[in-house]
């Protein structure tokens, strides 16, 4: 369990430049949209909204993988997948439908390296995520046997 809960950690830290950007583009007046309807500073606000929604993801990934063994089941491993797959397909799919993908291509190094990093690690926790709740029994009779267990 070390090894994919170091690769989400990485995962994540390897995607905070990119965070930063985004949280950046927050104050940044250039990011406004002088004609938009609904105001200029309406990007603005959507560029804080997705760092605060992206750190939400984050934690609830990393919640989630370092959860006490009792407590690993299969449908707790089902939400990571999904936020983790919610959150980095909004990286990649406005490049083939809109043909909007990042700014350069140091970032896109970035974005792909956090992107296989962090799912490598959601699919190599699978396994350390019961299919089925431990009953309470189950779970303070278990005696630790190796490291990876942790």
Known sequence: MW???????????????????????????????????????????????????????????????????GHRIRPLWNVMLIAALGYYVGWWLPWPIFGYHAPDELSQIDHFTATVVTLAGVFCARQQFSKTPMTRDEYTEQKPTKRTNI
């Not at 309807?37 to 989630?64: D, K, Q």
Request: glycine share 6%; proline share 9%; charged share 10%.
């Open 3 to 69: 090894l994919c809960r170091t690769l989400l950690c990485l995962g994540v830290v390897i995607g905070l430049p990119s965070v930063w950007e985004t949280l950046a583009f927050s104050w940044n007046p250039d990011f406004q949209a002088p004609r938009l309807p609904l105001g200029p500073t309406h990007t603005n606000y959507h560029a804080f909204r997705e760092f605060t929604l992206t750190m939400g993801v984050e934690l609830v990934i990393l919640y989630i993988v370092f959860q006490p063994l």
